[in-house]
């Protein structure tokens, strides 16, 4: 029997709701705020992620899925998003249509990782990226908009890690205060981090072996290494986030996996994910632009996991899955409720919901059953007696609650309970 690739995942039709049902939610929220979405190849010239990665990056290094073309080209496929749009900024000469461009895009990656709970070598992100504004408040709107997204998901528990890499200086002298730091304990240090001490030595702040993270604990903290200007800055942006109400913890060994971030970085963790407990990152990219062969033009972004989103919402139960199940016994009761189904697709007010009809005549206890498979809010029954009265009954698979009502009032009543 042929298989799947191992790591990379079928997503089989009774999951495809909370998938479509996910995407549509960030597209109408991004959207509000302003960003345009954009989709980029998923093949890349190698170069494309070396150049802007980092060569001694565990992506680049490990992770990445490289191969040469026909015409001896070598190709990738993308690991993550932020390189290629940058790519597409500079080639498309995007920045002349706005001096600031906000973008979004929703697909998938690659990495040859190991696969385990929310990672496969096939996984899916929600990204943003903001060209031309190397404001505070532009990270902070940033965070904002993630952090929204994330409740109107349903997502709880979740939170917000902050940091600054400080500019490219600051970098720089924290970088040689780190490896002043770590010598007399190259030893014990894994063989990752060895290697990671003499060529790229804050990745070993990245790395996730117990004993490296026991001994970076009390390393010197990029904050004694920030220039006033950078220190000033990330003041006003704690402060500035604080002002919104948006709660997050300052997490002084936060550096992220890749090069080219400097100044604000953030990550995403919620506890139901385990080990890897990231559902999404970010931070300030300002020279990349430029180290790409663009101008110089700041900016920030961030990505988000969903198949990591998607194993954290499925442990609440105030996930929305959009889908009205109509349940029917006997052939009258049937052409009512296909009816009935046909009018909740039509109906502006419910525009997205997902209806389903029984359509195997199969016994009530067997529908309900489907209903509760296809994760459905409600469902509307109806048999022999409803038809009779003219009524139907409307079923809260949450709450248990149950609604007799006539006809009329179906629709309005549906516009009310099936809002996430």
């Not at 080639?91 to 385990?116: A, C, D, H, T, W």
């Not at 009761?333 to 046909?342: L, M, T, Y």
């Amino acid at each position: 029997m042929i298989k799947a690739i191992k790591g990379m995942e079928d997503i089989l039709p009774q999951d495809i709701a909370i998938w479509r049902w996910l995407e549509d939610t960030a597209r109408r929220d991004l959207e509000s705020y302003g960003y345009a979405e954009i989709r980029t190849p998923i093949l890349e010239e190698t170069s494309v992620f070396v150049r802007s990665i980092g060569e001694t990056t565990d992506i680049v290094t490990k992770e990445m899925y490289t191969f040469k073309d026909r015409g001896d080209r070598s190709l990738t496929l993308r690991p993550e998003g932020t390189a290629p749009i940058v790519r597409a900024y500079i080639e498309n000469s995007l920045g002349k249509i706005s001096p600031e461009l906000k973008v979004y895009y929703i697909g998938p990656m690659f990495r040859s990782e190991r696969p385990q709970k929310g990672r496969s070598r096939q996984f899916h992100q929600i990204g943003v990226e903001v060209f031309g504004s190397a404001s505070v408040y532009a990270d902070a709107e940033v965070i904002m908009q993630m952090n929204n997204m994330l409740k109107l998901f349903g997502l709880k528990g979740y939170t917000i890690k902050l940091n600054t890499l400080g500019c490219k200086k600051d970098k720089d002298n924290f970088a040689l205060a780190l490896t002043n730091y770590l010598k007399d304990k190259a030893s014990l240090l894994c063989n990752d981090c060895k290697t990671r001490l003499e060529k790229n030595v804050l990745r070993v702040l990245d790395c996730k072996n117990e004993n490296c993270i026991k001994i970076v604990a009390n390393a010197p903290s990029i904050l004694e290494n920030l220039c006033p200007p950078c220190r000033e800055g990330f003041d006003k942006l704690k402060g500035t986030l604080k002002e919104m109400g948006i709660g997050f913890e300052e997490t002084k060994n936060l550096v992220r996996g890749l090069d080219y971030y400097t100044g604000t970085v953030f990550e995403v963790t919620h506890p139901d994910l385990g080990g890897q407990d990231a559902i999404g990152a970010g931070g300030r990219y300002d020279n990349l632009v430029k180290e790409m062969g663009g101008a110089s033009v700041p900016a920030v972004g961030y990505a988000l996991g969903m198949e990591r989103v998607i194993i954290a919402l499925k442990k609440d139960m105030s996930l929305c899955a959009n889908v009205i199940y109509v349940a029917t016994l006997g052939d009258g009761p049937k052409i009512q409720g296909v009816q009935i189904a046909e009018k909740i697709r039509r109906d502006r007010d419910l525009a997205g919901t997902i209806v389903i009809t029984d359509v195997k005549e199969s016994s009530l206890k067997s529908q309900m059953r489907a209903a509760d498979r296809l994760n459905a809010k409600l469902v509307v029954i109806i048999g022999d007696d409803e038809l009779k009265k003219g009524e139907v009954i409307l079923r809260d698979m949450r709450s248990k609650e149950q609604l007799n009502l006539s006809i009329e009032e179906v629709i309005p009543k549906l516009r009310e309970k099936a809002r996430c």
